[in-house]
């Protein structure tokens, strides 16, 4: 069974930064992708970052050039950095991992971890 657990969220100042963990557990040989998605009240949920296991990075335009997505593939864990947070990054930021092989299955759309709250304000 895969679980997908988040930690590193807050309550961070604007301008200030964070990073956020997600490691994932359970027999796994290998994640196609792994990514982060928020959800902010009253929004939808929307994808912030990913990443293949090759490191091709893939970033929405609201972040790009303040936060950074990175992977160790050894440890089954995605990072994210995030720097000159603004209060619109407001949200629970959600880890998921697509294309996940185990000793015994295999999961195309793969796992959601049950976030992490990042809270920007003064």
């Known amino acids: 069974h895969v679980q997908l657990v988040e930690s590193g969220g807050g309550l961070v100042q604007p301008g200030g930064s964070l990073r956020l963990s997600c490691a994932a557990s359970?027999?796994?040989?290998?994640?196609?992708?792994m990514g982060w998605h928020r959800q902010a009240p009253g929004k939808e949920r929307e994808l912030v970052a990913s990443?293949?296991?090759?490191?091709?990075?893939n970033y929405a335009d609201s972040v790009k050039d303040r936060f950074t997505i990175s992977r160790d593939n050894a440890k089954n864990t995605v990072y994210l950095q995030m720097n000159s947070l603004k209060p619109e990054d407001t949200a629970v930021y959600y880890c998921?991992?697509?294309?996940?092989?185990?000793?015994?299955?295999?999961?195309?759309?793969?796992?959601w971890g049950k976030g992490t709250l990042v809270t920007v304000s003064s």
């Open positions: 998921n991992a697509a294309g996940v092989s185990t000793a015994s299955t295999y999961s195309a759309l793969g796992y």
């Open positions: 359970g027999r796994i040989r290998s994640i196609n992708v």
């Open positions: 990443i293949t296991s090759p490191g091709r990075t």
